[in-house]
């Protein structure tokens, strides 16, 4: 190793500590939240989505309530009558706005997935973490319930509590949350079985922290990301579940309108004016594309593997 | 293996029953009772409802239900005067399996191929264009995928007739749209599925032997990377089998979606029950079979 011998000591300078550097924060430290937002603001493509979500529900908020139109008023004058300056996106077989009603109908349908996924997330969310956590016997018992119940079709049992209770919003969203819950119970079962083999969890335990704080401060914060992307990926699902309920009458009742029911009475008015069914389907794919598209780009902004790299 | 299958039969037996239990006990809690056709004296109306054991009570009515069930009789429908739901439900599934298994078959094969040709120009144009159809797919319910092909070859250009099922040229429009949604996630996972294939080992010993190209697509990668659709083949046929509630409907097919929905709107209480039954025992049967198929399949399902 002849290289060693080259260096010699006056190569090397002290510098000393400069303690005030040492300590000096080269870069503003990210809390878990605002890094995935951060990089959400980075993903155009999710980003255009929540924006575009954003302006969908500022005009199903705004659009009924400053329209000169009531969704619900008939007009025998004025019948499937095409886009003017007066009805932006022409009227339907009964002679109602139609501008309206697609916004009245983005009320109750964006309502109504996003209440029923919602709904889901949390219940699924308490029994999978209950479930996940305790383990033994309750854990078994749950997970043998749950065995059952995911082998029964959901859109069965939605289709009969719906005729039980009678058709309507909250109806929807109950029919829909009876047996919705138990994917993401299942999805969070195991989030938690994987977590609390985790250090951080035995340093509590040892620590004294009780069981409830453990999960609350704990694993919640940690799989909290995991059930905002699963959120949005099923409102999808919810707005399609109401959407089929509607078309087999089942859903809302009219004249409430809903994009469900938008479809169906477009489908009828094929022929006369196609705009009726096209106008509708146009909102209702661009509000579930959108939503996948950001379920996309919030499971990447939030897998921590992910985090650091730009 | 025998273990798993008469696990898997056995838990699929009890979701049967409790299946069963459920429709029967919420049927019981729906408004409105099964024999309110004004035209029923009160003597026929009583015999009726002693025929079906509804004056008894309700844990009697539930075994008797069970019974009736294992000789297949689903009792009489309420609109379609003196026809058994039986009769009705074999009259119209026929129809049913048939734009469902088209369907089925459409949504495999197609988006099969389009999986593993976007696999292959990873990257380029036609991967592009494949994820394109994958996205269109997902976002579109069938309902209005149907409505959009009606007007357009059927209304607008006039290529092909847009209700009823009397003939091949007839069942292509139901197909496309019913299987469209699931020929999207066939697409999907057998892109990636194909990616993360060609990375493996052995396809890279199976190029260093000297295999054609054309052998290691088809022989070695096509082969592996079709294993996880098996997994989906439970839930797909479910989502197409309820598919075919609104297909049918928008199109006029008499099948049982429409008898399905009709039934629902006309309040034929015994339609419906006999119907959900029929279709959530369907159901339940489907997806053990698909557990059972991935078992033999793959070995290492079984295990764990």
Redesign the interface.
Known sequence: MNNTEEIKDDDFQIIGKQLEQMESISRPALSYWEDAWRRIKKNRIAFFSLVLLGIYVLLAVFVPIFSPYDYAEQNSANLSAGISVQNWFGTDSLGRDLFVRVWMGARVSLTIGFFAALLNAVIGTLIGGISGYSGGKADMIIMRLV??LY???N???T???M??I?RGVISLVIAMTIVGWIGSCRFIRGEILRLKEQDFVLAGKVLGVPAIVIIVKHLIPNVLGLIITNLTSAI?GAI?GE??LS????GVAPPTASWGIL??E??KM??VA?TQ??IP?FF???T??AL?LLGDGLRDAFDPKLRGED | MKKYILKRII??V??VL??IT??FF??R???GGPFTNPKLTPEVKAVMEAYYGLDKPLPVQYVQYLKNLLHGDLGYSMSYSNQTVTSLILKAFPYSADVGIRALVFAFSVGIVLGIIAALNRGKKLDFLCIIIA?IG????D??M???L??FFG?RWGLLPIAQYKGIEYTILPMISLGFATLASVSRIMRSSMLEVVNQDYIKTARAKGISEFQVITRHEIRNAIMPLVTIMGPLV?SIL?GT??IE??FAIPGMGKY??DS??SLDYTM?LGM?VF??VL??IA?TITDIVYGLVDPRIRVS
């Open positions: 065995e059952v082998g029964i079709p859109l069965i049992v289709i009969l509590v005729l039980v009678g999808p399609f959407a089929f078309f087999i009458g089942l479809a169906k477009g489908i094929l022929r196609p069914l096209l389907a209702i794919c661009t579930v594309l996948n | 838990m699929s009890i979701t409790i299946l459920v429709v919420l049927v809690l729906m408004p996205i997902t976002s579109v319910p309902f209005i149907g409505g959009i009606q007007y209304i479910a309820t509630f609104v409907s928008i399905y929905v629902i709107s419906v959900t279709y959530g159901l339940v997806t």
